[in-house]
């Protein structure tokens, strides 16, 4: 079966979801919507305290190439415009507080294309969709979708692929939309493929959905045929975009690089129904499915959330959390961030919520000792790097070896970590070089 080289195979989980179909949490009391939700410069507003807006309002402009513009997410009035907990990065950040109003009213500008408008989109006109809509990638990365399908003239694209992996245990909000939207997702896929000047598109999907595949193949045959479902190995990281590409096409991503350098372009399954939304429906991203899942939750879902709302209005839409509740991750066990506060919101990127439970001690982690020379983190490191090597030179701060032996083309995918007999912290370590490495950067760039 189509695979890469490495990954590892961590217990899956995904049956206390799977079977949950996707609910429509009705619309919170209060949003708080942070600037920052995607890579690359934080919005700005352009609300102020006491504006009323609607349900898909735009809120603030993306500042920059790399940036996307935020939306409302319900009809109400701006509250507040000032720092909150946000559950990616570390401090505070500008957030817009909506309250909501009486009525949950979508903005006027929200209204279909008829199928021949949207045949007529050009390439740019359809890009420009894109960017006003406010799509980022919904895989978990939140690059801003019409950058990554607008690769440099000189980059010979020639596939597309979308990414209906979904690799990190527990998850399955990918594959619930797969199954119940696969017409958007297809129609999707059509779009981004005209966008890029392709005639065809390849869907890759894990083996351990056999409903999503089956549906998809059914749907692609009559909707667009040119779309092709793949069955992929089912093992961690194979959602990981270079993995992906090796899996699929045998071509290896450069050290450092990115796919346009290998002609592909990758979109998760849930970016290409956003794209078909916004398309069709002049629906920008203020909506996303999440799967709130664990031990430590009452009632796992398959949430379609506004962005947002806050995590203790979506635990206490699934029934709250269970009394031995003990950690809170934002997305996956493997890739997924520990939560400090159920006040964080859920952002466009937030895959998933996590709830674990001591009791089962599931993902535990073990006492840390003396690495034993076993390789096993050499052998399934997806990368192709030797961990061992790397975490130590980080914990030590010998940053140039650490970046000589490839400490920056880690993607922190945890896999070594979860195989290492010896519980060392090996992609804890990895991150604090990175970190290390990347202050050092700036400080002497603000130094030139
Ligand atoms: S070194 Fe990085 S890429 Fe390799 S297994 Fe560890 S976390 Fe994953
Ligand atoms: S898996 Fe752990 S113990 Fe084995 S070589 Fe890697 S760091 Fe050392």
Redesign the pocket.
């Known amino acids: 079966m189509i695979t890469f080289r490495g990954g590892i195979h961590p217990p899956e989980f995904k049956e206390l979801a799977e079977e949950k179909p996707i609910e429509i949490m009705p619309a919170p009391k209060q949003v708080v919507i942070p600037l920052s939700q995607h890579t690359g410069a934080p919005a700005k507003p352009v609300v102020n305290v006491g504006d009323e807006v609607k349900v898909g309002t735009l809120i603030a402009e993306p500042v920059g190439m790399i940036s996307a513009p935020v939306h409302s997410s319900i009809a109400g009035k701006v509250k507040a415009i000032e720092p909150w907990v946000h559950p990616v990065l570390p401090v505070p950040t500008k957030s817009i507080i909506i309250e909501a109003g009486e009525e949950d009213e979508l903005d006027p500008e929200i209204k279909p294309r008829s199928d021949n408008e949207i045949e007529e989109l050009k390439p740019d006109d359809i890009r420009e969709i894109i960017r006003s809509a406010g799509i980022v990638g919904l895989g978990g990365a939140a690059f801003p979708t019409a950058v990554k399908v607008t690769p440099p003239k000189d980059a010979k694209i020639d596939t597309l692929i979308i990414n209906g992996a979904e690799c990190e245990p527990f998850l399955t909000a990918d594959d619930r939309l797969m199954r119940e939207k696969p017409e958007g997702i297809i129609n999707g896929a059509r779009i981004l493929a005209k966008v890029l000047g392709l005639e065809r598109a390849f869907i890759a999907i894990e083996h351990n959905k056999p409903e999503a595949i089956r549906v998809m193949t059914e749907t692609a045959r009559s909707v667009w045929p040119e779309a092709e479902v793949l069955t992929v190995k089912t093992k961690y990281p194979q959602g990981a975009e270079k993995q992906l590409i090796s899996a699929i096409l045998r071509r290896e991503v450069p050290a450092g690089g990115l796919p346009f350098m290998v002609g592909v372009v990758v979109q998760n399954a849930g970016t290409a129904y956003a794209v078909w939304e916004a398309v069709a429906k002049r629906k920008p991203l203020y909506e996303r499915v999440v799967t709130v899942t664990g031990p430590g939750i009452a009632e796992p879902k398959n949430l379609l959330v506004r962005i947002g709302t806050l995590a203790a209005d979506v635990i206490s839409h699934c029934g709250g959390l269970r009394p031995s509740a003990s950690k809170f991750i934002s997305g996956g066990p493997m890739m997924g961030i520990a939560q400090a506060s159920l006040e964080v919101p859920v952002i466009k990127g937030t895959s998933g919520m996590l709830f674990l439970d001591s009791s089962k001690r599931l993902f535990a982690v073990a006492e840390e000792s003396?690495?034993?020379?076993?390789?096993?983190?050499?052998g399934i490191c997806p990368m192709k790097l030797v961990?061992?090597e790397i975490?130590r030179m980080a914990e030590y701060e010998k940053l140039e070896d650490a970046e000589r032996w490839g400490i920056l083309d880690c993607m922190e995918c945890g896999a070594?970590a979860f195989?290492?007999?010896?519980?060392?912290r090996?992609v804890q370590w990895i991150k604090y070089g990175k970190t290390l490495i990347f202050a050092e950067r700036s400080r002497k760039k603000g130094n030139k």
């Open positions: 003396s690495c034993i020379r076993c390789g096993h983190c050499v961990p061992a975490a070594c195989v290492c007999p010896a519980g060392r090996l």
